[in-house]
């Protein structure tokens, strides 16, 4: 009964966060997933130690409740050593390396890698075309940039933009160096 309550309370504040209309600032935003956080990891507690919650459950004068729960959160098994991260290692932009034989550790991913497909898209461009060309919806350019990787010549490539993708956008016509650059990085991925 408590799990259940839990979880439909991790449920409503989740709920509650991703339909917020108003634009909250990052403090808010913080502090309601603050919140969720506890909820949730109270709720694991709860269902890797199920002996804790019969004992709340056959004394009657603890009272269920967060509170009761927060206070068990301290007991929680410590989590497992992280290793630490070196914030420079974020900025590189240095392309990928093969991994060190020697120590068997991974190259660093930046960003750019992690978005990276067929079409190399860096994140600056990537945040240009999805503002100025996809009118904000980065998940159109997503599905712009997986057709490309269907085609196999530039050639190609322009008839899609031309007969499929432009007719969707006629802002376009406004944003002529920017569908330039657009279309340049495009003859690039092809010429690679």
């Known amino acids: 009964m408590i799990l259940a309550a839990l979880q439909k309370e991790i449920k409503e504040l989740a709920q509650a966060i991703s339909s917020e209309e108003q634009p909250m600032d990052a403090a808010q935003l913080l502090a309601r997933i603050q919140v ?3 909820k949730a990891a109270a709720l694991k507690y709860l269902q890797d130690h199920p002996e804790s919650l019969s004992a ?10 967060m509170d009761t729960i927060m206070h068990m959160l301290p007991q929680m098994d410590e989590p ?18 093969p991994a060190d034989q020697s120590t068997g550790t991974k190259p660093n991913k930046t960003v750019n890698d992690l978005l990276a497909g067929r079409f190399r898209l860096d994140l600056n461009d990537r945040l240009l075309y999805t503002k100025q060309l996809f009118e904000g919806r980065g998940e ?15 050639q190609l490539a322009h008839e899609l933009i031309e007969h499929w993708v432009r007719p969707e956008y006629p802002h ?3 944003k002529q160096e920017i569908v330039q650059r657009f279309l340049s990085w495009i003859d690039r991925q092809f010429d690679q």
């Open 56 to 65: 709340a459950q056959t004394h009657p004068d603890v009272t269920p409740g």
């Open 140 to 154: 159109d350019l997503d599905q712009v940039l997986s057709q490309l990787t269907t085609l196999e010549s530039a």
């Open 36 to 38: 969720l956080y506890e």
């Open 80 to 97: 497992e050593e992280v290793a630490s991260l070196d914030p420079a290692d974020f900025w590189k932009s240095e392309p990928d390396q």
């Open 172 to 174: 376009w016509t406004e």
